[in-house]
């Protein structure tokens, strides 16, 4: 399967622990994306790159979150401190730059945290 | 990106058409209209979209109105496994701020036998 891969798929940690998770995007997608999804809402954007660098960020990405994607490849999103707000599924996804695609984003299937 | 309303949920009956509608009154010319599903505890997945000329694909068909304020996605002969939420999304195609994409609520489509 060469689709976009999430690990780990299911995190239950306690609160105040640091969490990791970890995307692999389509081998030639340059841009991956975080989204995050709670219970009954639509997911909603935190970051995105092209290549490694990030370009954007949202407001909800707060001081607790951060992501890196080191090479371009794969990425990573850490939350430390976690707080059970934090409970939610974490999306990846990727795409190819503007102008090389239709603009469709490619998920994984999610990473859901819980945090007691 | 223009915002969009949807039903938040309707039946279907299996076999038939599934019509599920989105009203986008405030798009803009160079936006286009995307449709997303998402299936229990999966990902999102890209269904269709289009500008303004009706769209049909493998999964589905588009019907974009002529003065683009509205659109409705067709599912020609819905089965159990379309049950699922179904996003519409407006949004430039191609975009100086990453193709990322802005989701509502959705309607849940429930495909019953």
């Known amino acids: 399967d060469t689709g976009v891969s999430q690990n780990p798929r299911h995190k239950i940690t306690k609160r105040g622990q640091n969490v990791t998770f970890r995307c692999d995007p389509i081998?030639?997608?340059?841009?991956l994306y975080w989204y995050r999804q709670t219970l009954g809402q639509g997911p909603e954007f935190l970051t995105y790159?092209?290549?490694?660098?990030?370009?954007?960020k949202s407001r909800l990405l707060s001081d607790r979150f951060s992501a890196e994607r080191p090479k371009g490849s794969f990425s990573t999103l850490e939350i430390q401190r976690t707080e059970q707000g934090d409970s939610a599924m974490y999306l990846c996804?990727?795409?190819?730059?503007?102008?090389?695609?239709?603009?469709?984003?490619?998920f994984g299937e999610g990473s859901r945290l819980t945090v007691l | 990106d223009a915002k969009t309303t949807q039903p938040p949920s309707m039946d279907c009956a299996e076999g038939r058409a599934a019509n599920l509608p989105c009203n986008h009154s405030?798009?803009?010319?160079?936006?286009?209209v995307y449709w997303y599903r998402q299936i229990h505890s999966q990902g999102p997945q890209y269904i269709i979209h289009?500008?303004?000329n009706n769209e049909t694909n493998e999964m589905a068909s588009l019907i974009i109105t002529e003065d683009r304020k509205s659109s409705t996605l067709i599912l020609p002969h819905a089965t159990l496994r379309d049950t699922a939420v179904y996003y519409c999304?407006?949004?430039?195609?191609?975009?100086?701020?990453?193709?990322?994409?802005?989701f509502g609520t959705g309607t849940q489509l429930k495909v019953e036998l």
């Open positions: 996804a990727s795409s190819l730059r503007s102008g090389q695609t239709t603009g469709e984003l490619f």
């Open positions: 790159f092209q290549n490694e660098a990030q370009l954007e």
């Open positions: 405030t798009i803009s010319g160079n936006e286009y």
């Open positions: 081998s030639e997608h340059n841009r």
């Open positions: 289009g500008l303004k």
């Open positions: 999304i407006v949004r430039e195609r191609h975009t100086g701020g990453g193709n990322k994409l802005t």
